[in-house]
């Protein structure tokens, strides 16, 4: 599974980064209104962090000629090739949006996505990724994770190259249920990503093989 971060929360980036095995980063206007920091400035902040990583960047625009150009902008100014992803959501507009990008040859995150049909038009329509929503659906008593199996399914079943992103994360537990469904990526916010690597016993595990090898380990390195 491809994880992602989603967040522009440089310093919190800056720590998982060091160590943690992540393929990119997501944002959206509202991660961004968090950061504090202009799309320009979290960006080109992100970047410095992720190297050849993945960026996905939510456009604003709601038509879809506007979305079309706000993405090829972006594009072109934040200059990372292929690892540039334009992040639009499922409206009627945006499958438009992402039929044109794709054969602009510009790579599509479809999102805000809460239901298996909203993800297969937009696979239809040449979304390299589909980002459904778990808390969400979960918090208005739908079930995330039926959603994302469904959608996985549906992906495998027609052959279709989008990838799942599964997305909007409350526990570890959603992460590791859409591990188990075979999505193919999910994002997750800097302390879930720390939450998911942890465990007591790994702790009390690594200071007793600490305690019993000090004084054994003779060899200098
Ligand atoms: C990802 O693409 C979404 O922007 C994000 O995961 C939404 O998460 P939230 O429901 O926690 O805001």
């Known amino acids: 599974m491809i994880y992602m971060a989603d967040t522009a929360d440089i310093e919190a980036l800056k720590q998982l980064y060091d160590f943690f095995p992540l393929e990119g ?3 959206n206007p509202t991660i961004l209104k968090n950061s504090g920091n202009k799309l320009s400035v979290a ?3 992100i970047l410095k962090i992720i190297g050849h990583g993945m960026i996905h960047v939510q456009v604003m625009s709601e038509e879809a000629e ?3 150009r706000e ?3 972006y594009k072109s100014f934040f200059d990372v090739g292929d690892n540039f992803y334009a992040k639009i959501p499922v409206t009627p507009q ?3 949006a992402m039929s044109i990008l794709k054969d602009a040859g510009i790579n599509v995150t479809a999102t805000a996505i809460f239901t298996q049909q909203q993800a297969l038009v937009s696979a239809k ?3 390299d990724f589909v980002a459904p929503y778990v808390s969400r659906l979960d918090n208005i008593s739908s079930h995330g994770i039926e959603v994302v199996r469904d959608i996985v399914k549906n992906m495998n079943d027609f052959k279709l190259p989008t990838k799942v992103l599964a997305a909007s994360f409350k526990t570890v537990d959603q992460i590791h249920r859409v591990s188990m469904c ?3 990526s999910a994002t997750i916010g800097p302390d879930l990503l720390m939450q998911l690597i942890k465990h007591p016993m790994t702790d009390i ?3 007793t093989f600490l305690e019993d090898g000090k004084d054994l380990y003779d060899i200098s390195f």
């Open 43 to 45: 960006i080109d902040s």
């Open 94 to 96: 945006g499958y438009k």
């Open 182 to 184: 075979g999505s193919q």
């Open 66 to 68: 506007d979305i079309v």
């Open 25 to 27: 980063v997501t944002t």
């Open 205 to 207: 595990s690594v200071k």
């Open 125 to 127: 329509a040449g979304a």
């Open 71 to 73: 993405a090829k902008t």
